[in-house]
């Protein structure tokens, strides 16, 4: 499916390159490193990384470059497309398509898009990989770490308005998504079809003030050949009802998040809260992160605090299943963490970053960090970044 987009996505750019010559082009990228003090896990930016820091220092983490170019047809129609290269779940630098889309704008209120979408769960959604625009090294795992999937196949469209000093925006958005999903902690991979994605995001607020509200739905099937062993396995045994309950097959999911971000004179403020609700053997869970910063210029200190929790616990799981229990223990990602850093303009094309990290897991076989399934322990995570937009 994927191919298919991309390959039609490419005969339309150059076909209406061939009408334009009105091309942007942007390059970004990060050069990072990270130190985690803590043999016992292995920290990465994400889950689709194979590698990162474990009681050594590594540039793998957060260290990507991308290009972003945009094709302006004519007043009303242009088309976008972003591609990155980072370490993946391989171990190797790759370069993929991040996303892309058509793009229709009435100039007026309404604007629509058709191709790969960036999802709406997060406000720096559109951002994730692009340092230069975020305050922080790496989001909230906490919170922009609920939901494996950044991008979808479909459809969005979006309204704007404005009500005296107030603005608004209405998105909508509706499509589907395949991938594969690895499982650090077990050494495993689950291929993931989202299908009847449907998503709505309500922004409001002023050039100080916004807050969002965010909602999406989807059916979704997570198997490998694993899954499948043993679910057959506990629908043999007569296990049903057990299978049923935690079996990943066209299970309706839910995420819900709110956000309020405040940037006023000198103050940054910035807070978001996600819950998931995914009815298998994922667990539902929650999560939020609070920021504060003071901006001197060029130079923002800031503070975060951070904490997911699991709505049902995990780490506890004593079916008659030993598999399943193994399975449902290495769905536990409550952990708590405050991270204290600087940002630092150098121009208007560099910035550098420094932060600090405390991580403390919670409960047993706790965090997003598990190399493998064990005690929890806490971790101590040092990093700087240099980021680059042209």
Known sequence: MKNIFFKLFTFLLFTLSANSSEFDVKAFGTLGGVYNDNSNYIYRKDIFQKDGSSDDFSFKTDTVVGLQTTLHVNENFSALLQGIANNDYDDKVRA????????????????????????????NSENLNIGYSNLMI???????????????????????????????????GYGREELTVPNHSLNQEANV???????????????????????????????????NQLFAGLRAFGLDELADQYEHKNKQSEYLGFGIFLDYKNILFSSEYGQRRLNSFSRDLHGYYATVGYSFHKLIPFITYAKSEMDNVTYGANTVSPIL???????NTAQSSKTVGIKYYLNENFDIKFQYENIIPKGDFGSYHLS?????????VFSFALDFVF
């Open 325 to 331: 229990n193994n399975l449902l223990r290495s769905q």
């Open 96 to 123: 993929k398509v991040d996303w892309g889309y058509l793009k229709y704008d009435s100039n007026e209120n309404i604007t629509l898009k058709f191709g790969r979408i960036r999802t709406l769960y997060y406000k």
């Open 193 to 227: 079809n989202i299908d009847d994605l449907y998503a709505i995001n309500l922004t409001f607020g002023t050039t100080a003030l916004q807050t969002r509200v965010t909602y999406i739905n989807a059916d979704i099937t997570a198997v490998n050949q694993s899954l």
């Open 138 to 172: 790496r989001e909230s795992v906490e919170v922009y770490g609920q939901v494996p999937f950044s991008s979808y196949n479909g459809v969005e469209i979006t309204y704007s308005n404005i009500i005296g000093t107030y603005f608004y925006t209405i998105q909508g």
């Open 372 to 380: 493998s399934l064990q005690k929890p322990q806490e971790l101590n």
